[in-house]
């Protein structure tokens, strides 16, 4: 007779601290929202909310700050499992806050500092209180710095010197008028834990995190793939690279890695002897200085 081992593997303890935080966040809170962009970390964190709640629906709607910057393989995912999963999906839309007048685009291209007002107006417009956020700890060091349940004041700032503790899997979520919860349900996974997790549960990915032969151009030693946003600068010249994106912001902003992995099974070999995040890999606009990143969370960025 033999003796049931009732141990727990690495994913399955970080997908049951998971679920508890996100039904944790369900009971406490009174309006919670999934920020879902279709990227692998959104991905995983809707299929941990698909579980939490089964078989009853997910019981929050899930919202995109899109910034008009896609990658187009991006959307058609987001909106298909949105559908298959029948959740109310919430978009704010930076381009129509730009026509509209309410933010201005920097010079640079880059969206990133404008998407914090378009998110912090959708939040008092729909009255949300808790926002689940695909953050982990391994891919900044401001994110390294953030509490699982993570205060923000009524003009959604937030204070790296003010948290609350958090003893054991205690969270407080209790917050007054006009305040709110981001939330980090995969704080304590790793990009390793993220491909691990995809492919024990053959979760379906946008087909940018595969390596095949792209056209690129070489930009302060990044490659970024032509596309409708991306076009060849006077004096650069269009390369053929095996490339695949680690990481999926907006097209304009985000560069490729040379890599020859086509499926999952490859991703993760490959990323178990890499030493470089994936945003220090691939996000042009995370390079504007050391604290870009703190910066913008202090401003009130998720």
């Known amino acids: 007779m033999t003796t049931p081992d009732y141990r727990l593997t690495q994913l399955q303890t970080l997908e049951a601290e998971s679920i508890h935080v996100l039904r944790e966040v369900a009971a406490e809170c009174e309006r919670p929202v999934l920020l879902f962009s279709g990227g692998k970390d959104s991905i995983v964190m809707l299929e941990l909310a698909r579980k ?8 929050f709607p899930v919202m995109h700050v899109d910034t008009g910057l896609n990658f187009p393989e991006v959307l058609e995912l987001r909106d298909k499992r949105v559908a298959e999963l029948g959740v109310e999906l919430v978009v704010a839309s930076v381009a129509d806050a730009i026509a509209a007048g309410t933010v201005q685009e920097e010079p ?22 808790a926002l689940f956020g695909g953050a982990r700890r391994d891919e900044d060091k401001a994110r390294a710095k953030e509490r699982v349940f993570s205060f923000r004041d009524d003009f959604g700032q937030w204070d790296p010197k003010n948290q609350r503790p958090e003893l054991w899997d205690l969270y407080n979520g ?12 995969l704080s304590n996974w790793t990009e390793l834990d993220i491909w691990g997790y995809i492919a024990q549960e053959e979760i379906a990915i946008p087909p940018l995190y595969l390596a095949r032969e792209r056209d690129v151009v070489d930009r302060q030693g990044m490659l970024y793939a032509v596309n409708e946003f991306i076009t060849p ?11 695949r994106y680690r990481t999926v912001g907006d ?11 086509a499926n999952v099974e490859e991703i993760i070999a490959e990323i178990a002897v890499t030493r470089l995040t994936e945003r220090g ?22």
Request: no cysteine; charged share 30%.
């Open 174 to 185: 209790r917050i007054h008028q006009g305040e709110s919860i981001r939330v980090f349900p």
């Open 233 to 243: 600068r006077e004096g650069e010249q269009v390369l053929r690279e095996s490339v």
């Open 52 to 59: 939490a709640f089964a078989p009853a629906r997910i019981p």
């Open 281 to 302: 890999a691939t996000r042009g606009d995370d390079k504007v200085s050391e604290a870009a990143m703190e910066d913008r969370k202090k401003e009130g960025y998720f």
């Open 108 to 129: 640079n291209g880059s969206r990133n500092r404008i998407q914090t007002p378009v998110l912090l107006d959708a939040v008092e417009e729909h009255g949300f209180t």
């Open 251 to 261: 097209a304009n902003l985000t560069a490729a890695v040379r890599s020859t992995a």
